[in-house]
């Protein structure tokens, strides 16, 4: 059975931020980003266990064709994703996502929703 994925709010927000940013740079970059990340969450339900653990259970997996990993953690029925971070801030940030406590992200569906309202609020402008 494959885990389900979960996002801490702030992993969200960064994940949203990034994607608008990208968005403002060059329209479609956004999308081109966000399909990039979508392939590294596909890769990480799909074997979880291959990405290198960087601090305590903490995973780190690198997006490819942007400078961002996605720092996540496995436990026994879902896959918890910390942060999607750009790899120029400073990771002594990211030890926050380890302190928090479990359960305050939101299903990937839900997720993935909200990524679908900023494509279609982007081209409608």
Not at 37 to 43: D, F, G, K
Not at 86 to 105: F, V
Request: charged fraction near 25%; glycine fraction near 4%; proline fraction near 5%.
């Amino acid at each position: 059975m494959t885990p389900s994925l979960v996002f801490r709010r702030s992993a969200e927000r960064e994940f949203e931020h990034s994607i608008n940013w990208y968005e403002r740079e060059r329209p479609g970059l956004g999308r081109e980003f966000a399909v990039e990340v979508e392939c590294c969450l596909s890769r990480i339900t799909r074997a979880p266990d291959q990405f290198r653990k960087v601090r305590g259970q903490v995973r780190r997996a690198v997006v490819h064709r942007f400078p961002f990993v996605i720092h996540l953690r496995v436990d026994e029925d879902r896959i918890l994703v910390l942060a999607v971070y750009h790899t120029s801030r400073n990771p002594a940030n990211l030890r926050h996502a380890t302190k928090r406590p479990h359960g305050t992200g939101s299903s990937s569906k839900i997720f993935w929703i909200i990524v679908s309202l900023v494509f279609s609020s982007a081209s409608a402008s």
